[in-house]
């Protein structure tokens, strides 16, 4: 059979075999279109994120170890909680002092110059305490020792430093990224009390507090190690201060209303468990409402909401304040423990996206080269909020009921919201000033 002296690669040849039509193609077999990679998974293969990332949630576990650790560590040996809750206050309040200003240098100087010998300090701080409360120091020992714990640096506000520097002009990517780390907070203040608590009551009860302290000078060390990541400085600035950034204070106050609703509903759901002889399934059921926000942060990553972030945060400070309804609802109506547990993972669901567009807010309003300062004092907003939360939920238990207590998450989100319309949305700056805004 005669055969064609020319072809083109892309004509198929065709033969017969016994009662079958063959057709042979010889083009060129195109690869296949990989698939899209989705945000996470974009997000991780930027060069040197996942190990930043690895030493930051290293670093950042302790975070939820050390309050738990000093108060299982001081009441045990001390026989007081009250004593054992004044020592924390203290730390609390001096980290509310320090840690703007050690976020200052980190911008000034950079994070690994900063971090570290403030880390260093910090952990030193920590194992003074252990040595005075197994020694038997007096009192005020323990005050100045945790007080000296205030310079551990803010290493989620480094770590959202770190992507707003990868991600420069990438919106979306930014977005995913913010909602990691605050999936990642609520992972860490989650498993952080379990694993004190087991530490403390399986080995002996400085156990927690050792064990915080090195895993936060590992995890520093090896986040720093990542030079190729982190922010460049701007040593001379001119960039005015955050707090009088417009709209910052405002946010801040945010901050500090939201942060009331972490605080009050701590104390009032061990005040209820406790009433119904469940104390030590507190824990397991506080951690629901932690696994129900870590969930939602990770699905708010993955879409893609409409919209500026500050005309979203009033809808999610209204979704928030409206399911912190229910753990009222079902302490009040039913008393079951089981129930509050379901309502709490329901309610925290609305949490991760609310501090998330938070967060989005405080780096765009943050002037240029103060965003770990910025962001800490973001944090210290939330710190002040959750000691005032605590406060009013402790005396609305002791004055009135644990079941009445769960009013005071619905008031102080409430008064988030109240605060965020009349602030951010009515007597705001205008849209086109806000979104001009840089985003780092």
Known sequence: MPQPTSRSRDTPL???????LVAVDFGPRGRREPRAKGPYRRLFALPGARAFTAGNLIARLPMGMFSVSAVVMIAGTRGSYALAGAVTATGLAATAVVAPWTARLVDRYGQARVALPATVFAVLGSLALLLCVHHGAPD???????????????????SRARWAHLLKGDAEALHTANSFEQAADELCFMLGPVLAAFLCGTFFPEAGTLVGAVLLLAGVLLFTAQRSTEPPVERRSSARAPLRAPGMRPLLAVCLATGAVFGSLEVVTLAFADERGHRSAAGAVLALQAAGSCAAGLLYGVVRPAGSARSRLPWCLAAMTALMVLPLLAAGLTGSLVLLAGALLVAGMATAPTMVTTMTLV??????????????????????????????????VERVSATAGYGVPVAAAATALLVALCTLVLFGPSNRSTDSLPTH
């Not at 065709?14 to 079958?20: F, K, N, R, S």
């Not at 005020?140 to 480094?158: I, Q």
């Not at 973001?378 to 959750?386: D, E, F, N, Y």
């Open 14 to 20: 065709l033969t017969v075999t016994a009662d079958t």
């Open 140 to 158: 005020w020992t323990l005050f100045a020792s945790y007080a000296a714990t205030a310079t551990t640096p803010n290493t989620g506000g480094m």
């Open 363 to 396: 780096q765009r309003y943050t002037p240029e080269g103060r965003l770990n300062e910025g962001m800490t004092l973001a944090v210290t907003g939330l710190l002040g909020g959750i000691a005032c939360g605590s406060a009013a939920g402790g005396w609305t």
